[in-house]
């Protein structure tokens, strides 16, 4: 089995730095780059297994890269974890809408860092194990196979993240999920828990599950569990 490879594209040369010395201490190969257009480049040209990303670039900024490589074939599949410093949380919504499939708010540590690599790496390749379900919950279909959700006849566009979340939802309905349970399924048992993360996610499902976005319910204080319209 060959190495995964990573493309890290930041700027910050400190960071970018740490972040490379601590993929390849893990046995990863690692591509970089500090300019926003050589990343997508980069992306483009090498086909990584990973990619890691920043917002803030020169050249072209996080999003729209998250954009080009989420819209070509050749790169669509690639998972995308997404750099943000605190105060661009509006933007890791944006990103995650666009495709992104987690974030790391700054500043993290490396071990943190690592676990997410892991957890979005082991995610990407037991994909294709395949259980024969299809769970259905109301309007709302996935097609756990295909990796398809549909709303009514509408197929909604999941990030790997989104996807898992709903359908760890959908498998219990009415059960109540803490946010540990929730990283858990969808991130592996390895990640540091960052309690907000699995907001943003929910936060960008409810987006796009529209007028529908009242069938994930907010138990405060507990977490969110997946109850039917009325
Ligand atoms: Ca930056």
Do not use: W
């Amino acid at each position: 089995m060959s190495k995964s490879l990573i493309a890290v594209v930041e700027d910050e040369r400190d960071i970018q730095d740490v972040i490379a010395y601590n993929l390849r201490r893990e046995g990863y190969e690692v591509v970089t780059a500090e300019r926003g257009d050589e990343g997508l480049a980069l992306v483009q040209a090498k086909r990584p297994d990973l990619i890691i990303l920043d917002l803030m670039l020169p050249g072209l900024d996080g999003l729209s890269i998250c954009q080009s490589i989420r819209s070509d074939t050749a790169t669509q599949e690639i998972p995308i974890i997404v750099l943000s410093a605190k105060s661009e949380e509006a933007d890791v919504v944006i990103g995650l809408g666009l495709g992104a499939d987690d974030y790391m708010p700054k500043p993290f540590s490396p071990r943190e860092l690592l676990a997410r690599v892991k957890a979005v790496l082991r995610r990407g390749s037991s994909n294709s194990k395949g259980a024969e379900e299809m769970l259905v919950h109301q309007n709302l279909r996935i097609d756990v196979l295909r990796h398809q959700v549909f709303l009514k006849d509408t197929e909604l566009r999941l990030t790997a993240t989104e996807f898992r979340l709903l359908s760890a939802l959908i498998e219990q309905p009415g059960r109540v999920f803490s946010r540990e349970q929730l990283i858990n399924r969808v991130l592996g048992e390895s990640v540091v828990v960052i309690d907000r993360n699995i907001d943003v996610h929910i936060r960008s499902v409810r987006k796009k599950l529209g007028v529908d976005a009242g069938l994930i319910e907010t138990v405060r204080g507990v977490g969110y569990r997946i109850v039917s319209n009325i």
